[in-house]
């Protein structure tokens, strides 16, 4: 079973319009309302893929139950810790001329509610994936990913962590199966840009001596980079397609690595040509990558060894 963590899910309402004038009536030319989140996305993305997935955390209020509601009707399936106090959050995402971005607080999560998703994540067996992405609400204590690792330690569960910064560097002593920076979070990781493919990868072999096993690095529309498990080095080109959002195209790689990864018996050519495919299905549409867009892409990418 896959099961992914979203502390902090929402629902994301999504304004286009030709261009955002700061300080006047702005008037949409077009809205959609989906349920949000890193983890939930990729709990999506698998489930258009074909493998079902149960996404877990908090939610509260009537943006509680609408998120919930939104994924069951996805055939997701949730075991939330429902909140008593405060709701879940509304982010709102404007698409102009650049795309921009207002993302709400979300409800206190108190000591009883971590307490509640411990419990769950103690019935995780050998051979699961546990999916851990996005920031940490404030209420969380900021250690909460290592705090979960080193709970799941030699259980045989494999750990795939997309986070920023020092929340992600901080899993690496858990040995996560699959980390997913992308190259300007990787940049932050070392204090400096990276330039070109050679520069990217060394950063992420870095990463992989510290203890990850597969570093995804994505790098929109230059591509991604994979450094797996035994340090090989892969990259691909991003297909062609013209380019709709950046929402989700990170969280479907995840997903279609996980997918690929498992369809394929561990093949991490498969794996990473399916991540890539799934991301700029995404990138490409309106919504989340459906699975027959998402394979088709794949088998427009090409991977090369470097």
């Known amino acids: 079973?896959?099961?992914?963590?979203?502390?902090?899910?929402?629902?994301?309402?999504?304004?286009?319009?030709?261009?955002?004038?700061?300080?006047?009536?702005?008037?949409?030319?077009?809205?959609?309302?989906?349920?949000?989140?890193?983890?939930?996305?990729?709990?999506?993305?698998?489930?258009?893929?074909?493998?079902?997935?149960?996404?877990?955390?908090?939610?509260?209020?009537f943006t509680g139950d609408e998120i919930e509601r939104r994924l069951k009707a996805r055939r997701c399936a949730t075991r939330f810790i429902h909140l008593p106090a405060g709701l879940s959050r509304i982010n709102v995402k404007v698409r102009a001329e650049e795309e921009s971005e207002i993302n709400g607080l979300g409800p206190p999560i108190g000591p009883e509610a971590l307490e509640g998703l411990y419990a769950i994540l103690d019935e995780l067996e050998e051979g699961d994936i546990l999916v851990l992405a996005g920031s940490i609400p404030a209420a969380l204590p900021d250690d909460i990913y290592q705090n979960i690792l080193k709970r799941l330690q030699g259980r045989g569960i494999r750990a795939a962590v997309d986070a920023t910064g020092d929340l992600l560097c901080e899993t690496l002593p858990y040995r996560p199966f699959l980390i997913k920076p992308n190259n300007h979070e990787l940049g932050e990781i070392f204090g400096r840009p990276l330039a070109g493919a050679e520069e990217i990868a060394s950063c992420a072999e870095q990463l992989r001596r510290r203890g990850a096993q597969?570093?995804?690095?994505?790098?929109?529309?230059?591509?991604?980079?994979?450094?797996?498990?035994?340090?090989?080095?892969?990259?691909?080109?991003?297909?062609?397609?013209?380019?709709?959002?950046?929402?989700?195209?990170?969280?479907?790689?995840?997903?279609?690595?996980?997918?690929?990864?498992?369809?394929?018996?561990?093949?991490?050519?498969?794996?990473?040509?399916?991540?890539?495919?799934?991301?700029?299905?995404?990138?490409?549409?309106?919504t989340l990558a459906t699975g027959a867009e998402a394979e088709r892409l794949a088998s427009q990418v090409r991977i090369e060894s470097f």
């Open 214 to 286: 597969n570093v995804l690095v994505s790098m929109a529309g230059d591509g991604a980079i994979l450094v797996s498990e035994g340090g090989a080095r892969f990259r691909a080109a991003a297909p062609q397609g013209r380019v709709k959002g950046s929402v989700g195209a990170g969280d479907s790689m995840v997903a279609g690595f996980l997918a690929g990864w498992l369809a394929s018996g561990g093949d991490v050519r498969r794996a990473f040509a399916l991540a890539v495919g799934a991301g700029s299905a995404t990138a490409f549409s309106e």
């Open 1 to 61: 079973m896959i099961y992914t963590v979203t502390f902090n899910p929402s629902l994301d309402y999504t304004l286009s319009l030709e261009k955002l004038e700061l300080g006047r009536v702005n008037r949409a030319a077009g809205e959609t309302l989906a349920a949000g989140g890193k983890g939930l996305n990729v709990s999506m993305v698998l489930q258009n893929l074909g493998y079902p997935s149960t996404a877990l955390g908090f939610v509260s209020g």
